[in-house]
């Protein structure tokens, strides 16, 4: 075991870590975090702190504090912790190992705050998310070649209600039991929903059918479009988990893409959204369903099987967020689901966006 510290190690072990490649310093490089303060400062104003008081920790500061937490999906004791222990941290936030670290109720009141904010009607999260699409047009990534549209189930904690207060919560109602026992009350979700996924089984060896497999689910939406070239999350909202994405589409949907063509699966196939999309100029290319009780016609499966080629970019944007499911685990309500879920938006755009330069900066 060596003794103290020496003056140079920490330098030294900071350059180990970018040899090795430290993704939150090639994103700090990328992605210019000032762009957020104005809106930021909106949307969570602070008293002046030259009067008394700890000066409060900086906009920006919490800002980059959230996206680090938002991550890896982790607690606020967890991530006090991990930037207090982590170098990578400390060097993202632009940390010394002297400095004041956030605790975890600053970062809780801070997260809170800029749920609960909202600018020019909209959600704080969903403004300062419109203002990295604005800097991401401005790098070059602009929305081209078409949209892609899908949604993924965001699990919640699994709910232990008896059948009268699902009932009462249903009926947009606060149970009675509940009312006047606050600490039961706020870690009950009211605004997630059961919902079933289906996962179509493949037919047997010798041809058979086999039983499809209905899996309930507790929890929220996360409805996304993305560009078909970037594969850039460029809109998005929340729903709980009972809401049909079908109904989501014309929500999702952004003229300022360059191509007009849409992708989406056979539950965004409706006659009212067709409509929608011949209405303003976009052309479907949404999966056909199966005939009921008749074989798909060999022309609509060579088509949907092209449709399913291009709809696989959006699979992978999926695949890759797997680490923020458990960001709404404790979450109550839409607008803290709808925080959450667009924190975890946000970060794999970031760091989409930090990928692609890095491709682009390396030589054919």
Do not use: C
């Not at 104003?45 to 008081?53: L, T």
């Not at 949209?147 to 009926?171: H, L, M, V, W, Y």
């Not at 999350?233 to 949907?253: F, P, S, V």
């Amino acid at each position: 075991m060596r003794g103290q510290a020496g003056f140079f190690d920490v330098d030294e072990r900071l350059k180990e870590l970018s040899a090795n490649g430290d993704d939150l310093e090639r994103l700090a490089a990328v992605v210019n975090f000032e762009l957020f303060r104005p809106d930021l400062a909106r949307a969570v104003p602070r008293s002046d702190a030259s009067k008394s008081g700890r000066p409060p920790f900086d906009h920006v500061f919490m800002w980059k504090v959230l996206i680090l937490q938002a991550s890896p999906s982790l607690s606020d004791e967890r991530t006090e912790f991990l930037i207090k222990d982590r170098l990578s941290f400390m060097r993202f936030l632009g940390l010394g190992l002297a400095y004041p670290v956030p605790d975890a109720n600053t970062i809780w009141t801070f997260r809170e705050a800029l749920t609960r904010a909202v600018m020019d009607g909209q959600p704080a999260i969903q403004v300062l998310f419109r203002a990295y699409e604005a800097a991401l047009k401005a790098a070059g990534f602009l929305a081209m070649g078409g949209q892609i549209i899908d949604a993924s189930i965001i699990a919640a904690a699994k709910q232990r209600n008896t059948e009268g207060e699902k009932a009462e919560i249903r009926a947009g109602r606060i149970p009675d039991a509940w009312k006047h026992k606050p600490a039961k009350l706020a870690h009950k979700d009211r605004d997630a929903r059961w919902t079933v996924k289906w996962s179509k089984a493949k037919p047997a060896a010798d041809g058979s059918p086999r039983i499809d497999l209905a899996v309930p689910a507790f929890g929220y939406k996360n409805h996304i479009g993305i560009d078909r070239r970037h594969g850039l999350i460029r809109t998005w909202t929340a729903t709980d988990a009972a809401r049909h994405e079908g109904a989501q589409l014309a929500n999702l949907l952004t003229r300022a893409n360059t191509g007009s063509g849409v992708w989406a699966d056979t539950a965004y196939r409706s006659k009212a959204n067709e409509r929608h999309l011949t209405q303003f100029g976009f052309v479907s290319h949404i999966h056909r369903k199966k005939p009921p009780r008749r074989p798909m016609p060999a022309n609509v499966a060579r088509a949907n099987g092209h449709k399913s080629k291009v709809r696989s970019v959006v699979e992978h944007v999926f695949a890759r967020r797997k680490g923020p499911m458990g960001l709404v685990g404790r979450t109550i309500g839409i607008a803290r689901a709808s925080m959450k879920i667009g924190l975890a938006n946000f970060v794999y755009n970031m760091r989409r966006a930090a990928w692609l330069t890095r491709q682009q900066a390396i030589p054919a």
